[in-house]
Each structure stands twice: as C-alpha cells, then as structure tokens.
C-alpha cells in the first residue's frame, strides 16, 4: 500500500562543541549533523542523524540515500528500503514526527509506550592527559554518573586520575575497541578496583569472539558489535549489554524492536548517542525509559544548542517537549 507523498529536506547543519571533544579514533571541534524535514503540505517533522566514519557514512553518502527515496515512502516501507543507519535513522524519527503532529497526540502514545519520565545520564569525559581528566573529573564530580573514553596504551593513569577527581560518581568506561585481549583481561581487575560499573567495546568488533570463555567481572557493553536485531545472534557469550543507538539501528522503528528482543534474550540495555542536538536525542529518551545505562550527553557537550533543547537537571534528561519533537 503505497503512502501519501511527502517532500523531503535535507539541511547540513553544525553546532560548536563546548571545548575540544578527543576519542582514541581522534578530536572534534564541532558536531556536523543531517537535519530531515519531511511534509505533506499540511504538516512537518523533522529528525536528525550524524553519519560516522566508522560506518562508511559521510554526510554527502546520507545526503545521496535520501535523495533517491520515491515521495511515497511510509515508515513501514523505509525499513526496507534503506540499510540500518544514519540516513534511515533521521528520515524514520521524522515520519514518527509527522504522524504524531497529524494524529495531535504524542509518539509515545502512537508507539502504544507509557508517558515516559527523566532518565539520569552519563556525562562524557573527553580523553586527554590524566591531570587534565582528573580537573574535568572533579568539575564535573557532582554528576551521579561520569564516562571516560579510553583506549590508549595509557589508560590506567587516566582512569586512577579521574577517580581522584570524582570519588564518589559512577564511572563506565568506553574503550571505543581500543584494547587487546590481552589488555582487557590486565585492566579488568583494576576496573573492579576502581568501581567501574561497565566497559563499552573493549575489542574491535571484529575480534570481539576473544571474549567467550574470559572472565567478565565489570559488565561488557557491545556498541560497535550491535547495530540491530540482526547483531544479536553473534553477541552470544561476549556481552552482557547492548548499546542502542539510533544512529546505528537506523532509527526509533528498529530502536524499539531491538530493545524489546534484547531484553527477551537476557540482556542489558544501554541507550547511547552520537555528538548532536538535542533533536538527534528526543527520540531516544524513549528508548532509553528504564534502561541499565542512560548516555544521552549530546547536547551537554555543545556550545549552543536547538530552540527548545532538551531539559537537564539533577532528575536527569527528560522527555522532550512536543514544540522539539514527537
């Protein structure tokens, strides 16, 4: 059953970042994001991806994608049109966007979701020499939950340096699939000493089978290992968490299905982002309703920010408001 036809818009757009933001991959200094706006000549919506490198995404490749969509497209028909990804993911959060403005009710209750509330978030620490992580570190020591990008041949004095400077917040650890097998099973202990609560994609995910059978004391969260619902099956015996991201299963549609399947098979869910607005994070507030792990920091890490930007305060990150999205 063919849709109604829409128009699709795509904007480059870039938002400054606070301060220099580094991962072992490299440094940014901005967030370049794809914003889609999708109308039917009485309503809009509007969703917002970042292509990653790590995927073979650049901003022209998502731009192209989208360009050879037909103007009937449905948000059924989307998910097998186009891959899980970037360009899916803000064309899928925009459809949810415009159904909810011509339905007048709130994604949440087309998604037949409870109304969702404030989940607390982790704020990331950028990766840096330990002095300058121990002072971000204690800057930021009253947030209940910290998260250090890792992944260097030097990450314990990293790691003990922000410990120093926040002795009593959460710490999870994004190691960005920066260790070696052996690295992890030196580190893990240390991890436990130091109270981490959770490691993100220790091995690249192409090397990650080294994990089945090795001792997990810290719970091991798959990010680059886990895109969708197809990722599960070769996660089994390596992980404990997945990382949903809706830039990776390529929108909200297969965000909320992945979930739904991950639990049932037994595991933890964390709900991530990549560095854009807060209209890259709105739809993943819902995901993230209950989840072990919140990490929707984004638009903490800019220097200015969407009109009607998220809400953050000491309850966390809330829902956001229907003037931003769904």
Known sequence: MKGTDVKIDVTRETFPLAQVFRISRGARTEA???????????????GECVP???YDETLASVEAQLAALPPDITRKGLQDLLEAGAARNALDCALWDLEAKKAGKRVWELAGLPAPGPEITAYTLSLD???????QAAKNAHRPLLKIKLGTPDDMPRLEAVR???????????????WSAEVYADLAPHLV??????????????????????????????????????????????????????????????A?????????????????????????????????????????????????????????DEAGVHPPSAALWG
Request: aromatic letters at 4%; hydrophobic letters at 45%; one cysteine or more.
């Open 129 to 135: 020499e330990p002095s300058a992580m121990e002072a």
């Open 52 to 54: 990653y490198a790590r």
């Open 32 to 46: 370049e994001v794809l914003t889609v706006t999708v109308s039917d000549g009485a309503y809009t919506g509007q």
């Open 164 to 178: 120093r400077g926040a002795p009593d917040a959460k710490i999870i650890v994004d190691a960005n699939e920066g």
């Open 193 to 254: 000493r130091l109270g981490v609560a959770l490691v993100e994609q220790p091995l690249p995910a192409g090397l990650d089978d080294a994990l089945i059978g090795m001792d997990r004391p810290v719970p091991v969260c798959a990010d680059e290992s886990c895109h969708d619902r197809a990722s599960l099956p070769k996660l089994k015996g390596k992980y404990d968490v997945v990382n949903i991201k809706l830039d990776k299963t390529g929108g909200l549609t297969e």
């Open 256 to 312: 909320l299905l992945l979930r739904e399947a991950a639990l049932a098979e037994g595991y933890e869910v964390m709900v991530g982002c990549m560095v854009g607005s807060s209209l890259a994070m709105a739809p993943a507030v819902l995901v993230a309703q209950g989840a072990m792990v919140t990490d929707l920091d984004g638009p903490l890490l800019l220097a200015e920010d969407r009109a009607a930007a998220l809400q953050y």
